[in-house]
Nanobody, 124 residues
């Protein structure tokens, strides 16, 4: 059974950094686009970043561009999100997701597999 498990969340002060990891198991996701989404309390889930199967194409939400970096290691079946210069508005549950397409997509409904999420809290 395919499974995505996120880790690395926590509490950090504004301006700090966190690195989220997503470990995939149950199948090889090397031909899948991978992405991170987030959901803040009382808000809808929103796109954060996506990466193509090869890692050659990435796309970011305007709100995180220049601060967050998505990467993947297909040999290890993992995806990471390096988050720098964190702001209180980045506080949310962060979800890893996989889409059965080699291209990138920012549409949540295109993603077939989802992790349980990891909490990120940024204090001011």
């Amino acid at each position: 059974q395919a499974q995505l498990v996120e880790s690395g969340g926590g509490l950090v002060q504004a301006g700090g950094s966190l690195r989220l990891s997503c470990a995939a198991s149950g199948r090889t996701f090397s031909r899948y686009a991978m992405a991170w989404f987030r959901q803040a309390p009382g808000k809808e889930r929103e796109f954060v970043a996506t990466i193509s199967w090869s890692g050659g194409t990435t796309y970011y939400a305007d709100s995180v561009k220049g601060r967050f970096t998505i990467s993947r290691d297909n040999a290890k079946n993992t995806v990471a999100l390096q988050m720098n210069s964190l702001k209180p508005e980045d506080t949310a549950v962060y979800y890893c997701a996989a889409a059965a397409t080699v291209f990138t997509t920012i549409v949540a409904s295109d993603y077939h597999f989802w992790g349980q999420g990891t909490q990120v809290a940024v204090s001011s």
